[in-house]
């Protein structure tokens, strides 16, 4: 725990201008970022009588170890570069609000030759048209299939609409009117993107000139005695208003607005969002964050603003955007809102009529939230805490690990040998701070030898990083005699066989990431290393670390037999409570490793056993493979080819003509398959399958999968 005065900027040293502000921890990790109108006032309060401060404001300030800033010239600016920055370096400290889904939309693609209505998820498209966010995809669907009667738009897929047009039938949509079919070509592409167009109006809110024009349609068609188009228009009619009624009428104006309502405690606040469209409710969402330090209202409806509005523009931000409290000051985000918009934008908080009976529901719903939120959460943050307590007692630690590191190897009989990583913080996962390893120091089944080196490996790169910074000049020196780092080119890029989450090799420290904060890899040391297994895997753990110099990170294993933690130097394992939930989070832990390991070495077992003679082949890539195997029918084709005929294979020169067939050439024939009931041999001719494709056979004759235990 840091003291503030330590870091302390000194007198005369802070500008007394708009600026955005940066504290750090003792890694170098940006843990809160703030704007300021005079940095000078606003960081002064950071370093008065720790007794004084909130208690998250001082836990922020005894973590951080230094603080810098950047002076703007205006307030707009700051306020831009302070969401930027809690994009880029996403601070421990800093007002994150949460969302446990993703909100759909009813999202038409006008940027496609046929134009397709559908629900989409996820960040924004260039070209598409949104609708929402809604609170649940099916209202989305009920929505568009009362409109599909009087919009046949395109609905399927980019699959389904290839399939109709090369048979030259359409789906069922077609056929019952819900789809204008351009698949099977009914509706030229002008006229079904007019069609689009036509959909996207209503949905906007102007519904009124398509109700006048289909009841004029209507008329017409009944005055010519035309009683069965006259009907359909009916019904047409009456769908457009069923589908009008699921968004009642809330501002008579036909108000384009978004409501925002905060509700808050000492801990939390919960925030819901109306979006009104045309003077009808189009969609909702909402977010819970933790109250981080001493925040205003005001603050809290910003940082919304921020969330909602930092990566939209134009219509996405409504001319009208109503708040319960305005940030002070609030002429900058104002300024910010309109900049997002192209034209003016008015934030204010409604007094009455409508839009303040529309803001009171808003906030009813924002303490709903809030309420539900704190039901859900209660019981998880007190078992968290609870757990981690049990763990630091059971162990003897100093303080609960808040970040704990659990190892697993895993492999089939002694091949495809291969280690996890996964990360737990605060008690919760980090996905995105897991690895993986490929041992490959030697060959062969040896638990213990593959933890140790997997250990030395990952606390290796940790103290490369530490003597990179600056952190631990002595980090050199602490390194065994003749444990240099391995390392591998790929691509140009310094590598150890690890790989992340994502299946990408991990740079070494060298070229990790820069000192801006931004996530480092194996940069961070746990305060609980915990390997799955018993003595021996613990014992060779904790053997890497003191052969680095290691000191300060507590080792533990879990066996699987009897669920007990075993500790290095100990004869005896230490035994948790079966209700104890340190038990229980440490069984997660392992289980969680044990999960990502296994996918990792049954991704890498699959890939082998995939492997053709082409892939031996250098600078030949899956498109040219299948193009080869599409041209021939089979590899044994492809072998009996000749050079000149293989090069008649389109994107197959002649110097890689010669280098697959020498390839081929060395590739030794897989043994025939034999009948064991008749003695026969069986035809081995290779199936027309795409080389390295699931379907290919690994050798002709070997058994279809290895039996053994996967560990």
Known sequence: MADPSSYRPKPGQIPDSPGVYRFRDEH????????AKSLRQRLANYFQDLAGLHPRTRTMVTTAASVEWTVVSTEVEALQLEYSWIKEYDPRFNVKYRDDKSYPSLAVTMNEEFPRVQVMRGPKKKGVRYFGPYAHAWAIRDTVDLLLRVFPVRTCSAGVFKNASRTGRPCLLGYIGKCSAPCVGRISADDHWELA???????????????????KEMTEAAEEMEYERAARLRDDIEALKKAMEKNAVVLADATDADLIAVAEDELEAAVQIFHVRGGRVRGQRGWVTDKVEEITTGALVEHALQQLYGEETGDAVPKEVLVPALPDPVEPVQEW????????????IPQRGDKRALMETVERNAQQALVLHKTKRASDLTTRSRALEEIAEALDLDSAPLRIECYDISHLQGDDVVASMVVFEDGLSRKSEYRRFQIKGFEGQDDVRSMHEVITRRFRRYLAEKERTGEWTDAESALPEGTETEVTETEGTETDGTTLANGKEAPLATSLKDDEGRPKRFAYPPQLVVVDGGQPQVAAARRALDELGIDDIAVCGLAKRLEEVWLPHDDDPVVLPRTSEGLYLLQRVRDEAHRFAITYQRTKRAKRLRSGPLDDVPGLGETRKQALIKHFGSVKKLRAATVDQICEVPGIGRKTAETIAAALARAARPAPAVNTATGEIIDDEEPETTAGSPGDPVTAGAPEERRGQET
């Open 197 to 215: 167009d036509e959909f996207c109006d209503f949905m906007a809110g102007r519904t009124g000139t398509h109700l006048r024009r289909l009841e």
């Open 337 to 348: 809102l309109t900049g997002r918009r192209g034209s003016g934008v008015s934030l204010r």
């Open 28 to 35: 170098r990790r940006v843990i809160y970022v703030g704007k």
